[in-house]
Every structure is written in C-alpha cells, then in structure tokens.
C-alpha cells in the first residue's frame, strides 16, 4: 500500500515557475513507476510525464518546459514547471504503478494522490 501527499501547487503569472512535490509513505517507492498527471473540468485526467529507473517520459504539450525528478531516499518525486502557460491551470495529480504497463495511461497507476491546484494567470 502506498499512499500519496502532493504539495507545492498554487497560483502564478503566465511564465512563471512552480515546482510540485509528492511525498509517498508505504514501503518500495523506488520500485515504482511515478507520474504527473492533470485535470480540468469536464475533462479527462491527463498524462504530463513519468520517472522510472533513471528515465523519463513527457507529454509533447510540456517537453523542455517540465522536469521530473525523484528522491528514493526521500520517497518523493518532484514536478519542476517553467514558464507556464494559462491554460495549464488544472489539479494536478501524482500516480504510483507498477513499471510494466504503459507508462502514458492512467490504468497503469495503482495508487493516486488527493491532487494540488495550480492556477495560472494571463
């Protein structure tokens, strides 16, 4: 059982910058497929990147603007954004999942955090 606290998110100017944390309590955090997901409403959750085993995925929407990192001996994994953008204001999610499985879909991901609101400005 993992569960999952994010923590960072907030409001900002359209450019600016936050970096979102997700701290895991359970046993085995490094064995396990992290991601960033975000949703807005009346839309579908969506996949913003993944970390495992010393890679990383994006999304094309955030690549080269977004960075994924993870501390094992922390049990955190991090969400570093630059210059956002407006349309990026949604509750952002943390996910754990087994590394098998499609790291972009959602049914990969057993476990979810409650999700941390960012709002951007124009």
């Known amino acids: 059982q993992v569960q999952l606290v994010e923590s960072g998110g907030g409001s900002v100017q359209a450019g600016g910058s936050l970096r979102l944390s997700c701290a895991a309590s359970g046993r085995g955090f490094s064995i396990y497929r992290m991601a960033w997901f975000r949703q807005t409403p009346g839309k579908e959750r969506e996949f913003v990147g993944s970390?495992?085993?010393?890679?990383?995925d994006y999304a094309d929407s955030v690549r080269g603007r977004f960075t994924i990192s993870r501390d094992n001996a922390k049990n955190t994994v991090y969400l570093q954004m630059n210059s956002l953008k407006p349309e990026e204001t949604a509750v952002y999610y943390c996910?754990?999942?087994?590394?098998?499985?499609?790291?972009?879909?959602?049914?990969?991901?057993?476990?979810w955090g409650q999700g941390t609101q960012v709002t951007v400005s124009s």
């Open positions: 970390t495992w085993s010393g890679r990383t």
């Open positions: 996910a754990a999942g087994v590394p098998a499985g499609p790291g972009r879909a959602r049914g990969t991901y057993e476990y």
